[in-house]
């Protein structure tokens, strides 16, 4: 199967400007993250989505960060403005949902996100 | 809220040295339990689960992770790491309830040939 796409995975931009992630998971998965990941450090959950409602959105900065999950299936993330601290790796993830999966979680590439 | 520790942000082995790295987790209620591995230059994958069972798992590669519940650990061991091994580890507990996911921010594994 098809692993999760991300795109750019690359992104340099200037503080106060705004930048977009987009995200598809693997087909039939029902649940999806995004994750910053800040050098150093694991993975922080900003949102998770279960088809297209959100589940946790308690870690997202609600006032720069926004984030849409349309018809279920593919996710964009937006920052607007970004700050010097959103330089990080954005990563998305997809699980199954259901009795009997274990949230186990499918990563994609990531996208790397440098702000000057 | 739940979070996970781990215990070495950086560790540095010779080939054959054993492997031993240290994961727990504070939550009180039903957890699933993974490690994920990064590979330089690659995705985060699954390296092994726990979420029922027998309480110790093998994963992929040789690794294994063993549960305990009286102490909140899942701890990873491999008994004779490689070259091949060198790689960032993430410990990740899943609260069953909510469906949320807490990582650690990882170990760095060097593994000189």
């Known amino acids: 199967e098809a692993g999760v796409a991300q795109s750019p995975r690359y992104k340099i931009i200037e503080k106060r400007q705004s930048v977009a992630f987009w995200c598809n998971p693997i087909?039939?998965?029902?649940?999806l993250y995004w994750y910053q990941q800040i050098l150093g450090q694991g993975p922080k959950l900003l949102i998770q989505?279960?088809?297209?409602?959100?589940?946790?959105d308690s870690q997202l900065p609600k006032d720069r960060f926004s984030a849409e999950r349309l018809k279920g299936v593919d996710s964009t993330l937006k920052i607007q403005p970004a700050k010097l601290e959103d330089s990080a790796v954005y990563l998305c993830?997809?699980?199954?949902?259901?009795?009997?999966?274990?949230?186990?979680?499918?990563f994609g590439p990531g996208t790397r996100l440098t702000v000057t | 809220a739940q979070s996970v520790s781990q215990h070495n942000h950086h560790v540095i082995l010779s080939e054959a040295a054993s492997l031993e790295l240290g994961c727990n987790y504070s939550?009180?209620?039903?957890?699933?339990l993974f490690w994920y591995v990064q590979y330089p230059g690659q995705h985060l994958q699954l390296l092994l689960k726990?979420?029922?069972?027998?309480?110790l798992v093998k994963g992929i590669k040789g690794f294994e992770a063993e549960f305990i519940k009286s102490k909140f650990s899942f701890n990873l061991r491999k008994p004779s790491v490689q070259w091949s091994d060198t790689a960032e580890y993430f410990c990740a507990v899943t609260d069953t309830n909510a469906g949320k996911s807490t990582f650690g921010d990882g170990t760095t594994l060097t593994v000189k040939p």
């Open positions: 989505f279960q088809n297209n409602g959100v589940v946790d």
């Open positions: 726990y979420f029922s069972g027998d309480p």
């Open positions: 993830a997809s699980s199954r949902m259901g009795t009997g999966y274990s949230y186990e979680q499918y």
């Open positions: 939550y009180g209620g039903t957890v699933n």
């Open positions: 087909s039939g998965h029902a649940t």
